[in-house]
């Protein structure tokens, strides 16, 4: 599987020490030039930055068509944009986002999109993750929103809902 990730997922999972997730979920990991400046140079200091510098099997790539991603940072952030390009250039299996907007135009512009979570569930259904409950309940603590509605939905998503 070849991934394109946003800067949100990789500070997310650098921030819960789950960054090698992504390593064992993919063959291939990929960030757009914007996302890297966003993360390690900009971000110097703050949780991911090292982590994601450090990460060798992270490839950082440049967008060629830089007027598709101009386009888009109509809307999008420059990280986000350059990732939804980047990831059609490279046929990725999935570009990692998390903002509505941002997948939202993804999937209009012909990506498959799944966010953070979408992406732990899929570690939890090939055993990377043996339960998904603990995790989610570290990037909640660590500042990651997610409704109590939709907590719920992942947790039964992944067959460890509350008993009743």
């Given at each position: 599987m070849i991934l394109v990730l946003?800067?949100?997922?990789?500070?997310?999972?650098?921030?819960?020490?789950?960054?090698?997730?992504?390593?064992?979920?993919?063959?291939?990991v990929y960030i757009p030039?914007?996302?890297?400046?966003?993360?390690?140079?900009?971000g110097y200091g703050r949780p991911g930055s090292l982590e994601v510098e450090q990460a060798a099997w992270i490839?950082?790539?440049?967008?060629?068509?830089?007027?598709?991603?101009v386009r888009l940072q109509v809307e999008?952030?420059?990280?986000?944009?350059?990732?939804?390009?980047?990831?059609?250039?490279?046929e990725a299996d999935f570009v990692i986002l998390d903002d509505a907007t941002?997948?939202?135009?993804?999937?209009?512009e012909g990506r498959k999109v799944l966010g953070?979570?979408?992406?732990?569930?899929r570690a939890k259904e090939l055993g990377i993750v043996p339960a998904l409950r603990p995790v989610v309940d570290q990037i909640v603590e660590a500042g990651f929103f997610i409704d109590e509605a939709l907590y719920q939905?992942?947790?039964?998503?992944?067959?460890?809902?509350?008993?009743s």
């Open positions: 946003d800067a949100s997922a990789l500070i997310t999972l650098a921030r819960v020490g789950c960054l090698n997730l992504l390593r064992e979920l993919a063959e291939k030039e914007a996302v890297y400046d966003e993360v390690v140079r900009s490839s950082k790539q440049s967008v060629h068509d830089q007027s598709a991603a999008l952030g420059r990280g986000e944009a350059e990732a939804i390009v980047l990831a059609g250039e490279l941002a997948r939202r135009i993804a999937e209009a953070l979570l979408g992406l732990l569930i939905s992942i947790l039964r998503r992944a067959g460890e809902e509350e008993p």
